[in-house]
T-cell receptor
Framework: KAGVTQTPRYLIKTRGQQVTLSCSPI?????VSWYQQTPGQGLQFLFE???????NKGNFPGRFSGRQFSNSRSEMNVSTLELGDSALYLC??????????????FGPGTRLTVL | KNEVEQSPQNLTAQEGEFITINCSYS?????LHWLQQHPGGGIVSLFM?????KKHGRLIATINIQEKHSSLHITASHPRDSAVYIC????????????WGAGTKLIIKP
């Protein structure tokens, strides 16, 4: 079974631009979560999607948005990029939904640099 | 106070030493995860625990639900074990959201 894939792996943007990151979960997984990791910081939860619905959201401004498609693939969008948005963005997929403890499988991440 | 606290933040040891990393949490949980992150960013799930103890190779994870505490042990440590080890709990209080510890950076010297 293929693992979680994220595209692109590396991205360089300038302030004010917007960016879209993509995540394809493991086949059969319906939950996709997004995280931001900045140098020296732990993972910060962005949001979680399950069956095309946003189920949980972290404390990030509205510039950060996402969606999930019927095939469970998910995209994350950041508008009006700021220097502080430079980070590793990680996507994780898991099999089932809310209320059930299940293992998360992580993608390799997209490293975003904002100049 | 963070809901998930890990200790130590940094740990340097010699090859072969027995390693213990601790995780304490303050919320009700349905499960606790231990993960490993290597330089470059890739994260691998090591264990998911809701009670007792699990073992995989040289890694052992334990959890005490009453004390809200978990430990990750590495026996016969090796330089390739050098990584950041992260504890995360699935909180009953926050819509089952995962709450992450800050991680423990482990360096094993040959």
């Amino acid at each position: 079974k293929a693992g979680v894939t994220q595209t692109p792996r590396y991205l360089i943007k300038t302030r004010g631009q917007q960016v879209t990151l993509s995540c394809s979960p493991i086949s059969g997984h319906r939950s996709v979560s997004w995280y931001q990791q900045t140098p020296g910081q732990g993972l910060q939860f962005l949001f979680e999607y399950f069956s095309e619905t946003q189920r949980n959201k972290g404390n990030f401004p509205g510039r950060f948005s996402g969606r999930q498609f019927s095939n469970s693939r998910s995209e994350m969008n950041v508008s009006t990029l700021e220097l502080g948005d430079s980070a590793l963005y990680l996507c994780a997929s898991s099999l089932v939904g809310q209320g059930v403890s299940n293992e998360q499988f992580f993608g390799p991440g997209t490293r975003l640099t904002v100049l | 106070k963070n809901e998930v606290e890990q200790s130590p933040q940094n740990l340097t040891a010699q090859e072969g030493e027995f390693i213990t990393i601790n995780c304490s949490y303050s919320v009700g949980i349905s499960a606790l995860h231990w993960l490993q992150q290597h330089p470059g960013g890739g994260i691998v799930s090591l264990f998911m625990l809701s009670s007792g103890k699990k073992k995989h190779g040289r890694l052992i994870a334990t959890i005490n639900i009453q004390e809200k505490h978990s430990s990750l042990h590495i026996t016969a440590s090796h330089p390739r074990d050098s990584a950041v080890y992260i504890c995360a709990v699935r909180s009953l209080d926050s819509n089952y959201q995962l709450i992450w510890g800050a991680g423990t950076k482990l360096i094993i010297k040959p």
